[in-house]
């Protein structure tokens, strides 16, 4: 598995309380503890709104998680190339656009994406209720990468996300406990115009959600992509972040698919003795 969607909450660095709201920690013995039974072997921590452009939690949290694990984060518009480097080198692979519960000059963040794309290939992630989509369309539609956050958040804008889902878009399932829409049949929908755009995540802690992540949306899930369950788990975040594939087993055939196999005669126990015909009964 790979958790593209994690908040770190170290208390040990800045945090600003963001519209009244300042969180509890939650640091990586917790996440640790909490996805204990999951196999997880990588993931993406992602920069709140309460965390501003401080870098300092974040490179502590992916030297910490090791590899497998990438940064998401939102940079001062006067940061430099060299500081763009820097933080690819620790690890971080995006840039976040926070519309939901930031103030941003979108122009200007624009501006900064594609040249954090050109020095180091980074894509940009929404997070962003999808009715404001279609109003974004000549921003969006000059950003060479892009993902969206807990499957656009609403039903209304779910035609804007559809769209962008076939331009090529990437799609966190991430949030269920966020979201105001029928997530079994919008998980189809996404699935079924790209079978590549889906990427798990756990959201956790879930901080202002209405529900934490529970284990049923695993399930969910995997009830809704079927024989795509791992590339929505796992290998199309790690294309998406530039990751190294997981390599698997194949999977055996099922002895009920084929429950004998054929053998030659000559093959067969006893093929080299001298047979007798049987009696005839009379």
Sequence with gaps: MFDAHVHIIDPRFPLIE????????????????RMAHFDVRGGAVVSASFQGADQTYLKA????????WVGVTR?????????????????????????????????EMTVQALRAYELAGWHVELYIDGQMLASLQPVISKLPALSI???????????????????????????FGRVEMDVAETLRRIHTVNPGALMFGSDLPGTRAGRPFEERDVDLICQVVGADMHAVL???????????A???????????????????RNLLPGADEHTRPLPVIE
């Design 61 to 68: 949290a992916l030297s910490a998680l090791g590899p497998g």
């Design 246 to 264: 997981v390599r698997r087993d194949p999977v055996p055939p099922s002895r009920a698919e084929n429950p004998t196999i054929p053998l030659p």
């Design 75 to 107: 940079l001062d518009l006067d940061a430099t190339d060299d500081e763009i480097l820097e933080l690819n080198q620790a690890g971080v692979r995006a840039l976040r656009f926070n519309l939901k519960r930031a103030a941003a000059d979108i122009t």
């Design 149 to 175: 956050d807990h499957l656009g958040m609403s039903e209304e804008g779910l035609p804007y996300l559809l769209d962008l889902v076939d331009r090529g878009a990437k799609v966190k399932a991430t949030g």
């Design 18 to 33: 963001n519209e009244g709201y300042l969180p509890e920690p939650y640091v990586i013995d917790d996440y640790r503890k």
């Design 234 to 244: 796992e290998d199309n975040a790690r294309d998406f972040y530039r990751l190294p």
